[in-house]
Structure formats: C-alpha cells, structure tokens
C-alpha cells in the first residue's frame, strides 16, 4: 500500500499539469521544453498522457503486490526521463521545472521499490547523459543576431583564407562563423550547400548568401568598387583630392571555389577541392 502513494501523487501532479495545459497555461515556460517539444512527432501532451498512464499502471502493480514488475516498470521510466531531460540539456541549458518534478518522483518510486536495482539504474542513466553531452546536437540559438556579413568559414581551408584576405584588403567588415560549430554546419546543410566559404549578407530580414571563393570575391569586389566611387564623388564635391581604386589579386593557389563543408577542420586539396 505505501509504495501506491507516489505514483498516486505523481499521477495527480501530471494530471494537474495536462489540464492547465489544455487551458493554455503552463507550469514551466521553458525554452528548452518548448524546443524538445517541437522535436516530438506527435503532440507534448500525449507525453504527460503516457506518464499519467504508467503512475497509474506503477500504482496498480502496488496494491496486487507485483513487486518485481513494479521494480522494474520503475527503472524503465527513469531510464525513459533521462534521455528526455538529456536532451533538454543538449538543446538549452534551460531544463522543463515539470519534467524535473517529473524525474524526482520516477527516482524516489524506483527507490521505494529496490534500492539495489535504483543503484544500478544511475549507470544507463549517466551514460545516457554523457552519450548525449558528446554527440554534436545543434542547441537552441541564432547564428545571425545583427545585420552584416557574416562568413562560414574555416581556419585551415585555403579558399576560407583567400576570401578572408580580399575582405581585409577592402575593409569590409565581416564576422566568421566556424564551420565547424554544430549550428553554423546545420545551417549551411539546412540550404543545401556543401562547400566553404559561404557568405551571408543579413539586412533585416533580406538575406544574400554567395558561396565560393570566386563568387563572394566578385559579387563583393562590384560592392567594394561601387561604395568607393560615391566616396569618390562625394570627395569631388567637396573639393577633396580622390583615392584610387585598386584591384585585389588572390595570392592563395587553387583553381576550385571551396572546400567540403565539415564539422572537422579542413585542409583539402586545393586542386581538386576534396
């Protein structure tokens, strides 16, 4: 009968929270539940469904004295609820208040029922933990906060350094974006581009993306010309002696427009692009 009481009180705890959600009101706001939530293929609320069904399944087994199933029935959903606030983690720093709860009561039910068996449990679920700490999940942020250009990129890749060294001699300011950053990979995959650099030029909501040493070196040489001739006019105007434009020569060899886009750095074949 004592073991009945927490799945009974967990029970009532996801009922309470499935009805303030069917009424639009959430006992934890969380980023991190929202994002795992929008990872899920069916509706957030069929999750507190499941759990409510197996507190109530965890209570019956109580009362008929089944204590192995219980046990076990027990460990099973821990294991379940780790991989779930795992991967709240891994997405947001921020971890759902409710599944927390959640987690606690699944904890002190499996250590009611065997001490010895919640002992071994803590193995699968830190490895689930560290499984997910070490895997490259993409988290829940903006790479492109603030208008400007923006340029994935990678240190060792010589088309990367070409086209960093063509903006630097026009001064057109830039932010790189490692390509081997989780998110900036994903976003570049989510276009379906598979070389670096890949420039992205961000006004508002507008974006301009160039891919390619060749192309971002000519689509910005024009943007560089065009700028400094009404600098010139403007200088004219003003009876102020004009600067002359010069010309950017690539040094870097290769004949290609990019590297493979990779989460590793790169240093590929200039010739081949590999």
């Avoid at 009532?12 to 939530?37: F, P, Q, R, W």
């Avoid at 779930?84 to 959640?102: D, H, M, R, T």
């Avoid at 690539?250 to 590929?268: H, M, R, V, Y």
Wanted: with cysteine; glycine share 4%; net charge positive.
């Amino acid at each position: 009968m004592k073991k009945a009481i927490l799945p009974i009180l967990l029970f009532i705890y996801i009922i309470v929270d499935t009805i303030m959600k069917k009424n639009g009101v959430e006992l934890c706001s969380s980023t991190g539940c929202e994002m795992a939530g929008q990872l899920l293929k069916f509706d957030s609320l069929y999750l507190n469904y499941a759990g409510a069904l197996g507190a109530l399944v965890l209570a019956l087994l109580a009362f008929l004295k089944f204590d192995k199933l219980f046990t076990w029935l027990s460990a099973t959903m821990v294991i379940f609820e780790s991989l779930l606030i795992a991967s709240q983690l891994n997405l947001n720093p921020e971890v759902c208040k409710f599944c927390l709860g959640v987690y606690a009561f699944l904890w002190l039910i499996l250590l009611t029922a065997n001490r010895r068996v919640a002992l071994y449990a803590t193995a699968p679920a830190i490895a689930v933990f560290v499984a997910l700490s070490i895997l490259a999940i993409p988290k829940n942020k903006s790479i492109l906060q603030k208008d400007g250009l923006y340029l994935i990129a990678s240190k060792t890749c010589p088309h990367c350094k070409k086209t960093k060294a063509f903006l630097d001699k026009e001064g057109i300011k830039y932010k790189v974006l490692p390509s081997t950053d989780i998110n900036n990979f994903y976003f570049a995959k989510s276009l379906n581009i598979s070389k670096i650099p890949i420039a992205i030029d961000k006004r508002g909501d507008r974006f301009v993306i160039t891919v390619g040493d060749k192309e971002i070196i000519k689509e910005y040489s024009k943007k560089s010309k065009t700028a400094k001739q009404n600098t010139q006019e403007q200088s004219i105007q003003t009876s102020t002696p004009t600067q002359q434009v010069q010309e950017f020569t690539p040094n870097f060899a290769g004949k290609d427009e990019g590297c493979e886009l990779s989460i590793q750095e790169t240093s590929c074949d200039s010739e081949s692009g590999k």
